[in-house]
């Protein structure tokens, strides 16, 4: 399960893996409920290898498709973000520890396509030049 915050691009990445082979899908709220309930029926009958899963619902240990489903993996993606902003950056990825608490055998990994820019090394002043 892919635990990703940038819905908008969700589609673009599923659309990608689906090209490559890969049994892919996404839940969010651009769905309307048929396709939401058509996505959680092939994730819960294991017709999916990935399945992305915003922040906002991932943490909720409730909902029947993380409850019945099988999971293998949690991958937390956009970790930079949470990296360089906190929890600031999406409040709803502190209830990502029920992951743990609710599936404590399943690793968690945190990843990044994006490296920030490291900061700009500033210049030490220029010494004075003796003379006039």
């Known amino acids: 399960m892919v635990v990703s915050p940038l819905i908008a691009l969700m589609q ?16 969010n709220s651009t769905q309307d409920a048929a396709e939401r309930r058509a996505v959680e029926t092939a994730f819960l009958a294991g017709e999916l290898d990935l399945l992305y899963w915003p922040g906002a619902i991932a943490g909720r240990v409730d909902h029947e498709a993380a ?11 956009e970790a930079h973000c949470v990296a360089q902003w906190g929890h600031d950056f999406r409040p709803d990825y502190l209830a990502l520890s029920e992951l743990h608490e609710r599936w ?13 820019r490291p900061p700009t090394p500033r210049s030490p002043p220029a010494e004075p030049r003796g003379g006039t």
């Open 12 to 27: 673009d990445q599923v659309d990608a893996l689906r090209a490559l082979g890969v049994r892919a899908g996404f839940l």
């Open 67 to 77: 409850r019945s489903g099988t999971i293998a993996l949690f991958a937390i993606d």
């Open 104 to 116: 404590p055998s399943v690793p968690r990994i945190a990843l990044t396509a994006t490296r920030p």
